[in-house]
Structure formats: structure tokens, C-alpha cells
């Protein structure tokens, strides 16, 4: 590998066999609960046992475009039916890319569904970006190391 230590603004996020460009993604985390258990007479400490893993929604932000994508489309339906039809899940990937544009690694979110959309603040005083957010929860990720000269796991 030598000095490339992977960059975290080359990514891209894949949805349906579509790339799609943001230029923010972040909640990618994993938890392990535990629950404190007193042990009967012994008052000096608790037992820390495992529970329940758990993660924080995937946050996609990128700068509206006028046209909708495949993904804003899912997500507007989804949070439009008010669960009147079943919300289709679907899994998303997002690639962290090395400057080449070959793929490192890959977390794989299982079972994605769109919980929340937003818009940036409209305000006549600034000329910023408008930016769009999405928000999509999903079972569990995975992650996937890619390249052979790129060990994730050690």
C-alpha cells in the first residue's frame, strides 16, 4: 500500500445500478448496547453484558438538482404514501474510491428505506447552494474491502 492512505472525498454512492454524486454522506456507525447487570450481593460492580447492535440512519447530502433522480423520487413516494402501500426497500452502496477511481471498500446498507427529506433554508441574502438532504434507515451494513493492495482489517 505504502504511503495511499485512502481520501474521504473520493466517493460515490450507488442506488438500482445507478452512481450518484453527493457530496456529504455520514452515519455510517455501529454500535454494540450493553445492559448493567447488579450481581446478587456483590455490590462493588455491575456485569456489562451485550445486547443489541444498533446504527444511526444513513445522512446524504449534495446540491439540488432540477431534474429528480431515480433516489429523490423513492424517497418522496416513500414518505408520501403515509405507509398507505408498502415502502420498498432497497439496498445501497457507497465505494470509497483511491485516486485511480478504483474501489477500496465497499459498505453495503441492507433493507434501506427513506425516513426523512430536506431542503436547505431558502434565504434572499445569501447566493450558497441549495442543498437537499435525504435520510435512509436500513437493517445493517456491511463492509466489503476491495482492493488487493488495501487490507481494511488490520
Known amino acids: 500500500m505504502g504511503n495511499d492512505i485512502p481520501i474521504g472525498f473520493y466517493f460515490k454512492l450507488t442506488f438500482q445500478n445507478q452512481d450518484i454524486a453527493f457530496q456529504e ?10 445492559e448493567e447487570v447488579s ?7 455491575k456485569y456489562r453484558l451485550p445486547t443489541v447492535s ?7 447530502k449534495r446540491g439540488i438538482t432540477p431534474v429528480g433522480s431515480l433516489l429523490v423520487n423513492w424517497c418522496v413516494d416513500s414518505i408520501d404514501q403515509r405507509l398507505s402501500s408498502t415502502i420498498q426497500p432497497h439496498n445501497v452502496t457507497l465505494s470509497l474510491l483511491d485516486a485511480n477511481g478504483q474501489i477500496l ?23 450558497g447552494i441549495i442543498i437537499e438532504s435525504m435520510e435512509l434507515a436500513y437493517t445493517y451494513f456491511d463492509i466489503s474491502p476491495i482492493a488487493n493492495n488495501f487490507n481494511y482489517f488490520t
Open 39 to 45: 450481581s446478587g450481593g456483590e455490590n462493588r460492580f
Open 54 to 60: 444498533s446504527s444511526q440512519n444513513l445522512i446524504l
Open 105 to 127: 471498500i465497499i459498505w453495503t446498507f441492507h433493507n434501506a428505506y427513506p425516513v426523512k427529506y430536506v431542503v436547505s433554508d431558502l434565504t434572499s441574502q445569501e447566493s
Open 25 to 34: 454522506v455520514s452515519g455510517i456507525s455501529k454500535e454494540l448496547s450493553i
